[in-house]
């Protein structure tokens, strides 16, 4: 089970209602309220906005480090980037798509989409990926160097 997300933290940390943050962010407020409650999978882009807009990690976002702040460039995210980073640290752990998709239970099928973005990558497997690789998921989808 995935760890809750802390973007309905932030935005009371913030004072922000959600009104405000969905307008910010250029979406129905019920929409956010189900990426807030994680009733509806948030897209890894709005996600980056919201960390953006709070200066924060992906990986504080999502649980993955209590590191509140966001240190050094924040590069613009480009879904090709991602995509050849996962390439690049699935090759450099001599993993194959199969031994990938074994790991992550998918189908190979599924690997091969990610790598040529034919298929979206939820947050949630990019934060599976980020345990199978040992990386942070800043660095993962490219905004921040290792």
Do not use: W
């Amino acid at each position: 089970m995935i760890k809750k997300f802390r973007i309905k933290d932030l935005r009371e940390y913030y004072n922000y209602s959600q009104e405000d943050i969905s307008n910010r962010l250029n979406i129905n407020r019920r929409s956010y309220v189900e990426y807030e409650t994680q009733k509806n999978a948030i897209p890894i882009s709005l996600l980056l906005e919201i960390a953006e807009f709070y200066n924060v990690s992906l990986d504080y976002i999502v649980g993955i480090t209590n590191i509140k702040y966001f240190n050094g460039n924040r590069k613009k995210f480009k879904l090709s980037q991602l995509t050849k980073i996962l390439k690049n640290y699935r090759l450099s752990k001599n993993t194959t798509q199969k031994d990938l998709a074994n790991k992550l239970s998918y189908n190979h099928n599924t690997i091969s989409q990610y790598e040529t973005q034919k298929r979206s990558i939820s947050v949630e497997t990019l934060i599976s990926l980020c345990k199978i690789f040992n990386v942070s998921l800043d660095v993962l989808v490219g905004i921040k160097d290792k």
